[in-house]
């Protein structure tokens, strides 16, 4: 079982940077493609980024391609997100999310653990 807590979470300024943070609380969290994904009001969940769980490969919606980085410290069972140049679009409650094994996906249903969300507010 997994176990996911975000936070990092506020109400920042159109241009402003934000980092996201998600603790694990996963034995051999190292073994774990991790994504983070996003939902605003009224809308669908959507993919933002993802990190897989050996190598350093990522991927990134196109949304937030060059202002958005994901990144991991397996030795901290923590996953972040650092957010620049934020955008009034980018708000959104934004979860972490935990795949067994795997390579980075932008499909939901490929990952079998979440967290409760943080909520970012960009105000423009």
């Known amino acids: 079982q997994v176990q996911l807590v975000e936070t990092g979470g506020g109400l920042v300024q159109a241009g402003d940077s934000l980092r996201l943070s998600c603790t694990a609380s996963?034995?051999?969290?190292?073994?774990?493609?991790m994504g983070w994904f996003r939902q605003a009001p009224g809308k669908e969940r959507e993919f933002v980024a993802a990190i897989k769980w050996i190598g350093d490969g990522t991927k990134y919606a196109d949304s937030v391609k060059g202002r958005f980085t994901i990144s991991r410290m397996n030795e901290r069972n923590m996953l972040y997100l650092e957010m620049n140049t934020l955008k009034s679009e980018d708000t959104a409650v934004y979860y972490c999310a935990a795949r067994k094994r795997g390579s980075p996906s932008a499909l939901m249903k490929d990952y079998a653990y979440w967290g409760q969300g943080t909520q970012v507010t960009v105000s423009s």
């Open positions: 996963a034995e051999a969290f190292s073994t774990y493609t």
